[in-house]
């Protein structure tokens, strides 16, 4: 310990270094009486912060409290279930060159990039957040989902 904080403890005994027992010097029993004294008050402080510890304060709605209503989720989310959106399904992709765009006619295959029997994928708004096959369902082409693109692939995605 410091001298400055030996002084400090003395002091808040009610001491000075030459009380205690000369000029820097502490006698054994009020070396024993400080660190009492230190014990009794770092007990207190872990009982006097638990009854006052900070409570969160409740600026922002939790999202595991339950709300309300059932009602309320579903008055928020009727906001956006209106909203278009584009979706669509792609079933693969190719460059050419307008030379050979010039000369597609009526019958022209264009070979794509996808294999046959490969997913396509499913686009809303240009994102691709599905992938799935090709089904006809009274004689309308369709697609059934095999498999959801999570938010976290997503965005790993992005950062290619």
Request: aromatic fraction near 2%; glycine fraction near 8%.
């Amino acid at each position: 310990m410091a001298d400055d904080e030996l002084s400090d403890a003395l002091a808040s005994m009610g001491m000075d270094a030459e009380a205690a027992g000369g000029e820097g010097e502490i006698s054994e029993d009020d070396w024993a009486a400080a660190m009492a004294e230190q014990e009794v008050s770092a007990q207190a402080a872990p009982a006097a912060a638990s009854s006052q510890a900070a409570q969160p304060a409740n600026i922002f709605p939790s999202f595991n409290a339950p709300r309300a209503g059932a009602d309320s989720v579903m008055n928020e989310l009727d906001v956006i279930l209106d909203i278009p959106v584009q979706l669509s399904v792609e079933l693969g992709r190719t460059k050419i060159t307008i030379k050979n765009l010039l000369q597609l006619a009526h019958g022209s295959v264009v070979e794509l990039d996808a294999l046959a029997g490969e997913p396509m994928d499913v686009l809303v708004n240009g994102t691709l957040i599905a992938q799935g096959e090709v089904v006809v369902v009274n004689d309308k082409f369709g697609i059934r989902l095999t498999d959801i693109i999570t938010p976290a692939e997503r965005m790993r995605k992005l950062g290619r």
